[in-house]
């Protein structure tokens, strides 16, 4: 682990867990610039680490102390041995850091708070301590993901590439929340307003069949006043109720010779 500029600034044994993953780890190196795990094998002089494995090496400029957790700063173990807690957030997870006692506790909290503001300062990354801005970040899976975030989840302004899809715009913890525009590997795309990770509110979406819509969304549906326009040139413009034209609308066939204004039903 030894780079032109990295400090080893504490080393010591600590049980650590990934919550709602296999992974757990006994040893623990701060950087200046990252958290790594390792193992301590009985009967080895040398604790074991895992350099290139993305869940021992945490970055610091995507690590954070999750400040609403660590407010229960100790736990029992099953054998009724009382621990002493720090809880880490990161992109791609939640860590328990556990010791032995409350001393070494603070102490890591300490020096790892400390480290973090450290290495925000001298990288110039822009926000506070919680909400971070402009950061790239890689997750397990291939995503990456450009811009702010918040307590490691997306929060703010970013843009989100996997092979599946990309969208660009704004984030509420985690999730698609204001205005923003998505494109799907097949050809689909939707610009407008979002909530809670749906098309809520004002939209625009193209099918990759060459249909689009353009109006009203709630949760998901088109629901409220829009216009679809079929691939074969047919058009509609009206009320919708829950992805169904309801209410009243007007239907038109592409060649504009045959048309139907009045009351639609679960169409």
């Not at 929340?177 to 979406?205: C, M, P, Q, R």
């Not at 006043?225 to 079929?230: A, C, D, I, N, Q």
Request: charged letters at 25%; hydrophobic letters at 30%; glycine letters at 14%.
């Amino acid at each position: 682990y030894a780079t032109p500029g990295r400090i080893l600034l504490l080393e010591s044994k600590l049980f650590v867990k990934v919550l709602g993953r296999g992974d757990s780890f006994n040893m623990a190196l701060l950087f200046n610039d990252q958290l790594v795990f390792g193992q301590k094998i009985k009967g080895e002089k040398r604790p074991k680490f895992f350099k290139d494995d993305p869940v021992a090496n945490l970055a610091l400029g995507t690590t954070w102390l999750a400040s609403s957790l660590n407010s229960k700063k100790s736990s029992l173990r099953e054998s009724g041995e009382q621990m002493f807690n720090i809880h880490l957030c990161t992109p791609n997870g939640l860590y328990v850091l556990e010791s032995k006692s409350e001393e070494l506790r603070r102490l890591w909290e300490e020096v790892l708070t400390n480290a973090i503001r450290g290495y925000l300062d001298a990288n110039k990354i822009q926000g506070t301590i919680e909400h971070r801005k402009g950061l790239e970040y890689k997750y397990n899976d291939g995503t990456l993901y450009k811009g702010d975030f918040l307590n490691g989840l997306p929060h703010g302004k970013g843009r989100c590439q996997s092979l599946k899809c990309d969208y660009d715009g704004d984030w509420v913890e985690g999730m698609f929340n204001g205005t923003g525009t998505i494109s799907w590997a097949t050809g689909s795309v939707y610009n407008g307003d979002w909530k809670e990770g749906l098309h809520n509110g004002k939209g625009f979406f193209k099918d990759c069949n060459g249909s689009f819509y353009n109006g009203d969304w709630v949760m998901g549906k088109k629901h409220g006043r829009g216009s679809f326009k079929w691939p074969n040139g047919d058009t509609y413009e009206g009320d919708w109720k829950h992805n169904f034209m309801e209410g009243q609308g007007t239907w038109q066939s592409a060649d504009q010779t045959i048309s139907y204004s009045g009351e639609w039903k679960h169409n």
